[in-house]
């Protein structure tokens, strides 16, 4: 009788636990690292740039808990993120692409290497499902690549969309004097269909002209 007793009382406690659980009302999700970020005001424009200061912005995130949070697709996009243990993880700002996409802007340092990304949590999903690569700095003695971002309604569509710009510096080996070169680029990312998609452009001397990042050279 008591093993019948003790079996009764087990399954009843699973039953209602069970019930709890279907019971629980359907919330957001937020990832384990949303504690470490602060919203960011709204405005028109977010431009961003990698700083050669040394003052480091933001919280820094736990390297554990930063590289299990976020898919490792999406971290094996990320040029020159070899070792993530020597990385310095930085929680920048947070905010709103539309009703369902949270953009965590994280800026991650290592040795040379600076690098700022937005990383989107869908919350209708619960994950993390893509990666837009907003600023970086990286390279050596014989070239280096830099990167540097504005967000804003582009298109006119009420949305968020990235016009991104690159600079290539190059030293070509010319005899006792090596040849300098410099080579800028831009790149238009238009929000559709939950993402930014790499949008052709009439004219890129438009957007390179129109839109500067600060040289290191």
Not at 66 to 87: G, R
Not at 181 to 198: C, I, Q, T
Request: aromatic share 14%; hydrophobic share 40%; glycine share 6%.
């Amino acid at each position: 009788m008591f093993h019948y007793n003790a079996l009764r009382y087990f399954l009843c406690i699973g039953m209602l636990v069970l019930w709890a659980n279907c019971q629980t009302p359907g919330h957001i999700q937020f990832p384990a690292i949303n504690a470490y970020f602060q919203p960011i005001a709204q405005k028109d424009t977010l431009h961003i740039e990698v700083s050669d200061e040394e003052a480091v912005q933001g919280n820094t995130i736990p390297n554990r808990l930063f590289f299990t949070s976020i898919p490792t697709a999406l971290l094996q996009s990320i040029d020159y993120l070899a070792d993530s243990s020597q990385a310095l993880v930085l929680s920048r700002q947070k905010f709103s692409i539309d009703n369902h996409i949270t953009a965590y802007w994280v800026e991650i340092r290592q040795f040379w290497f600076q690098h700022h990304s937005l990383f989107l949590y869908d919350a209708s999903k619960k994950l993390f499902t893509d990666r837009i690569t907003v600023a970086e700095w990286y390279g050596g003695d014989g070239g280096q690549v830099l990167i540097g971002s504005w967000l804003f309604d582009y298109n006119g569509d009420d949305k968020k969309d990235i016009v991104r710009r690159e600079i290539q510096h190059s030293m070509v080996p010319n005899g006792d004097e090596p040849l300098e070169r410099v080579y800028e680029s831009a790149s238009l990312l238009l929000w559709k269909n939950g993402r930014f998609e790499d949008t052709a452009i009439q004219d890129t001397a438009v957007l390179v002209r129109q839109f500067h990042i600060r040289s290191f050279w």
